[in-house]
């Protein structure tokens, strides 16, 4: 089938809104018509990286109904409704499964962006394990960005940093991820909720979502800051939802140690996709513990469906985290507005 779709072509060019042709599904797959996709910071990442094959497409959360179901497949059937992420359903202890291949545009075989998922466009076809059923009657284009950003900053907070009440908390890097990492902290009970951007209006609007401090790093430096609100001492867990040369080098240092036999380390959770070397300190690491939280450590089955209950029961605003929506033509406005910072929380397409 033909379907209309956001296709990377080259490094840092413009995409382009055309037709392409979809596989039918194989036995695994499912065809999605889609409602809504989110626009993730990684896809200009993957848009700036020499190394993106083309012709791509990218994307990698959305909504959708199910139109089309491979012989294999009793998860889901036509007409159900479904949330699409980049991480499997249910634990793959190997790789998970790649793109689906048969896409085609111009006569070109189409690659995915990341994984085996592809979300800019009308329709895809992808491996059954990259849907979680979203349940009737809730709101289909806001959690479309269930897919990525909520599983990869509430993930962080709940599955890896495992955030209690009256943990405080360090959140640097306020988008889509950040924000959901502070209400998932929130969520969870913590105090306080420091919250680090370069942007006054993107710290006013993280309030929000139950960031309690703000500090801008453009103008005072973090490290000191957040060891001054915490009494000298730091924070018990830290995330940095950037990934950026500068917040990597900050992030951990920020946490508190632990004391022998007495206090266990605080935790310095990494969220965000490096972006190039860094310094860092192995010395700043007694008594600190460092990990990474590889799409918030979760599993999509079982996480997915309480994140639509904490929005269904107004604990996860998405109607605050989606801030602009966008029609498919308009992507490459979308992704320069995101470019230049100029996006609150989350934006997303609209089918
Ligand atoms: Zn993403």
Redesign the pocket.
């Known amino acids: 089938m033909k379907t209309r779709a956001a296709i990377h072509v080259g490094q840092n060019a413009p995409q382009v809104v055309d037709e392409l042709d979809l596989p039918d599904p194989g036995p695994n797959h499912v065809t999605v018509s889609l409602f809504a996709s ?1 626009i ?4 200009l990442h993957q848009i700036h990286n020499p190394n993106q094959p083309t012709p791509s497409v990218l994307g ?2 959305a909504t959708g109904v199910v139109t089309g179901a491979g012989s294999g497949v009793d998860y889901v059937k036509e007409g159900d409704r479904v949330m699409v992420t ?1 991480l499997t359903r249910t634990p793959s202890p190997g790789q998970r499964p790649a793109a689906v291949s048969g896409w085609a545009y111009r006569g070109q075989p189409v690659n995915f962006g ?1 994984g085996g998922t592809a979300t800019w466009t009308e329709s895809t076809v992808v491996h059954e394990q990259y849907v979680v059923k979203l349940p009737d009657l809730v709101d289909e284009q806001l959690t479309s960005i269930i897919g ?2 909520v599983m ?1 900053g509430a993930g962080a907070a709940l599955n890896t940093g495992r955030v209690r009440a009256g943990d405080s908390v360090a959140v640097f890097g306020v988008g889509g ?1 950040g924000l959901s990492c502070v209400q998932a902290c929130a969520n969870a009970g913590a105090y306080p909720i420091i919250v680090v951007d370069l942007r006054d209006d993107k710290l006013a609007f993280a309030s929000q979502f139950g960031a309690t401090h703000f500090v801008n790093a453009s103008i005072e430096d973090p490290v000191a800051r957040i060891r001054e609100l915490t009494g000298g001492v730091g924070v018990d867990c830290s995330f940095d939802a950037i990934g950026a040369p500068k917040t990597l080098e900050q992030f951990y240092q920020v946490v508190r140690t632990g004391a022998n036999g007495i206090s266990e380390p605080g935790t310095a959770v990494l969220i965000g996709v490096p972006t190039g070397p860094t310094q860092f300190q192995m010395g700043q690491m007694w008594n600190r513990r460092l990990t990474g939280s590889f799409g918030g450590g979760g599993r999509p089955e079982r996480d997915f469906p309480m994140y639509v209950r904490w929005f269904q029961e107004g604990k996860l605003p998405l109607d605050k985290l989606v801030s602009r929506r966008y029609r498919l033509e308009q992507i490459n406005d979308a992704l320069g507005d995101l470019e230049r910072g100029d996006i609150a929380g989350r934006s997303i397409i609209v089918f």
């Open positions: 989110g993730c910071h990684s896809q990698h959360e980049w990341l990525c950003a990869t991820v």
